[in-house]
């Protein structure tokens, strides 16, 4: 069974980042897991849960965009 979420994306860098939900609160993705390389901090996005059976560690993947943060960084 797929668990799927939605949240923000809190940080990122150009090799893994962060994602802020309500459900799950914050979950580590790795950039490769992301769809759109122009995502950015600030953009609503969608993903799916995996568990690692080698560490058991529970990240994102299939990270997209749903909608383009559109306030502005200070």
Do not use: W
């Amino acid at each position: 069974m797929d668990v799927k979420g939605e949240g923000v994306i809190k940080n990122i860098t150009s090799t893994f980042g962060i994602i802020e939900t309500e459900n799950f609160g914050d979950i580590f993705f790795s950039s490769h897991n992301l769809i759109k390389e122009d995502t950015k901090e600030g953009d609503k996005v969608s993903f799916e849960l995996l568990t690692s059976k080698k560490n058991n560690r529970t990240e994102a993947i299939n990270v997209d965009i749903l909608e383009k943060f559109k306030g502005l960084k200070k």
